[in-house]
T-cell receptor
Framework: EPEVTQTPSHQVTQMGQEVILRCVPI?????FYWYRQILGQKVEFLVS????????KSEIFDDQFSVERPDGSNFTLKIRSTKLEDSAMYFC????????????FGPGTRLLVL | AQSVTQPDIHITVSEGASLELRCNYS??????LFWYVQSPGQGLQLLLK??????LVQGIKGFEAEFKRSQSSFNLRKPSVHWSDAAEYFC???????????FGKGTKLSVKP
């Protein structure tokens, strides 16, 4: 069964450093998402991406964040200058259809900012 | 604003007992609703979803959920819990035109022998 994969599984970085989180969505999916889950809190939507552009973003997704689909398979989330409060689990998800499509989630990347 | 509420933070049930996890939503129309499960250190696995039609939906691992419009609820049920069901359960509703999900805070399920 196809699945969403994410790398790395864990990343530790220093405050102010740039990090890139990588995701490989399911191959025939067209809509891509990033969510984050701060420890002990709910999963929060960050951004959705379709047709090589951001289609929707939350207020969390400020100028420090960017997303890219550099090739036909990868989908990345970049945090330009990490802050302590960026420490969280980051989930990538994909779906074939936007509205009403079932989202399939990756296993997540746990980011720790020191 | 759209929201999803899971009133129970932590529930403990005995193995073999029945289970019901509560979920309420606040939405202008009938949303698409989902239940996901997250085992420790794992990602989110879809248990079941409701889009339209039959209000009782069946999912994987013996779970089912019932959509009740009058109560704005989508409670998850299982008739007999197994120790492997211990995990965190998240209710979610589709919140935007692009399908982004709004999650509840989750309910942690513990199963005692």
């Amino acid at each position: 069964e196809p699945e969403v994969t994410q790398t790395p599984s864990h990343q530790v970085t220093q405050m102010g450093q740039e990090v890139i989180l990588r995701c490989v969505p399911i191959s025939n999916h067209l809509y891509f998402y990033w969510y984050r889950q701060i420890l002990g809190q709910k999963v929060e939507f960050l951004v959705s991406f379709y047709n090589n552009e951001i289609s929707e973003k939350s207020e969390i997704f400020d100028d420090q964040f960017s997303v890219e689909r550099p090739d036909g398979s990868n989908f990345t989330l970049k945090i330009r200058s990490t802050k302590l409060e960026d420490s969280a689990m980051y989930f990538c998800a994909s779906t074939r259809g936007g509205g009403s499509g079932t989202q399939y989630f990756g296993p997540g990347t746990r980011l720790l900012v020191l | 604003a759209q929201s999803v509420t899971q009133p129970d933070i932590h529930i403990t049930v005995s193995e073999g007992a029945s289970l019901e996890l509560r979920c309420n939503y606040s939405y202008g129309a009938t949303p698409y609703l989902f239940w996901y499960v997250q085992s420790p250190g794992q990602g989110l696995q879809l248990l079941l979803k409701y889009f339209s039609g039959d209000t009782l939906v069946q999912g994987i691992k013996g779970f089912e959920a019932e959509f009740k419009r009058s109560q704005s609820s989508f409670n998850l049920r299982k008739p007999s819990v197994h120790w492997s069901d211990a995990a965190e359960y998240f209710c979610a509703a589709e919140g935007g035109s692009q399908g982004n999900l709004i999650f509840g805070k989750g309910t942690k399920l513990s199963v005692k022998p």
